[in-house]
């Protein structure tokens, strides 16, 4: 499995998507600069130019016209996926941790960070569909938590709830059109990383910081699944079919690299049976923390980015898919 190298960014990644055929990846890291490459080759489309602080977080709508992206200046924006014309800036008092357009791509919700005296947010903003009409300033709701600030957020199927992870470790349930809370589990010890869901929605996955990943009803919170490991985690995604799998992906944090060896960093993602939750293999490469990691939503594929400044695109080899368990 000869991974595809990405070079398109010289700081540390953020944040990688695929868009819902695959066939293109969208890349943000700190640099500022958000690049979308074709998945298949690894050749790079475009930039779309314009933040000018870190950039955290990107998605794509699902008919890949549009695209949004979250930065430390304090503002999120929507893109022209085709042209990289920015179509709009929405403008919020910090930076923007977590952006995701709702299942019908009529909505996208911002993650904004606690700062400087402002409270931390979960910022709904209405998008229209035509790329030539005019975009509201207006949030159709804010969410503030009474307690510890939101970090990661998205949508349940039908965008029904918004589920969001918080710095202490706790998940919560939100109807975001009553702006009420509704349920709260505090599942992990540490803050979380980043939150994704399955194909259909019904449940996600977690991963944190106290080193473990964990798998959600949607509906309940009901903790279904979970998956510990030795270091702590950033990114935690679902294998979407061909394999009951979960990849998950850290490493020590950045700041402690240089202390350590890129073996005994623990830099690799690590693929767990989801059912079983046994580790079945690790995929290494890395230099320092696996910051993102994506799966190709036809299960193929799967990319990671790094603290190295690396996405690495790994194209599954035909013993993946003949791959049984010692069961």
Not at 5 to 30: A, C, M, P, W
Not at 45 to 62: E, I, K, M, P, R
Not at 168 to 194: A, C, M, R
């Amino acid at each position: 499995m000869r991974p595809i190298l990405l070079q398109g960014h010289t700081r540390s990644l953020t944040q990688i998507k695929y868009n819902r055929e695959g066939d293109l990846l969208f890349s943000v890291s700190k640099d500022k600069v958000v690049n979308v490459w074709y998945s298949h080759n690894g050749e790079r489309l475009g930039t779309y130019n314009g933040h000018v602080g870190a950039v955290w977080t990107v998605d794509v709508n699902s008919t890949s016209t549009m695209a949004v992206t979250g930065s430390a200046d304090n503002t999120a924006r929507l893109w022209n996926v085709q042209t990289g014309k920015c179509l709009k800036t929405w403008e919020f008092k910090t930076a923007v941790k977590r952006v995701e357009f709702s299942e019908d791509d009529d909505k996208i919700l911002c993650v904004t960070e606690e700062r400087m005296g402002y409270p931390g947010t979960v910022t709904v903003m209405s998008v229209n569909p035509d790329i030539n009409g005019q975009q509201s300033d207006e949030p159709v709701v804010t969410m503030i938590n009474d307690g510890p600030k939101f970090v990661v957020a998205g949508w349940t199927y039908l965008n029904k709830f918004i589920i969001c992870g918080h710095v202490d470790g706790s998940i919560t349930q939100w109807d975001w059109k009553k702006n009420e809370k509704l349920n709260t589990v505090k599942p992990h010890s540490e803050s979380l990383t980043d939150i994704q869901f399955s194909t259909d929605r019904t449940y996600f996955i977690t991963s944190s910081k106290d080193k473990s990943a964990k798998i959600f009803d949607t509906i309940t919170l009901d903790e279904l699944k979970k998956y510990e490991t030795d270091t702590p985690l950033n990114s935690a995604a679902i294998t979407p079919k061909f394999q009951e799998f979960v990849i998950v992906g850290g490493g020590q944090d950045a700041m402690n690299v240089t202390t350590t060896s890129a073996r005994s960093g623990k830099f690799e993602s690590r693929f767990w049976h989801k059912i079983l939750e046994e580790e079945v293999g690790r995929v290494r490469g890395h230099f320092g923390p696996i910051n993102t990691i994506a799966v190709h939503p036809d299960g193929k594929a799967f990319s990671s980015g790094g603290e190295d400044g690396y996405v690495r695109v790994h194209q599954f080899d035909p013993d993946y898919f003949k791959f049984k368990g010692d069961h």
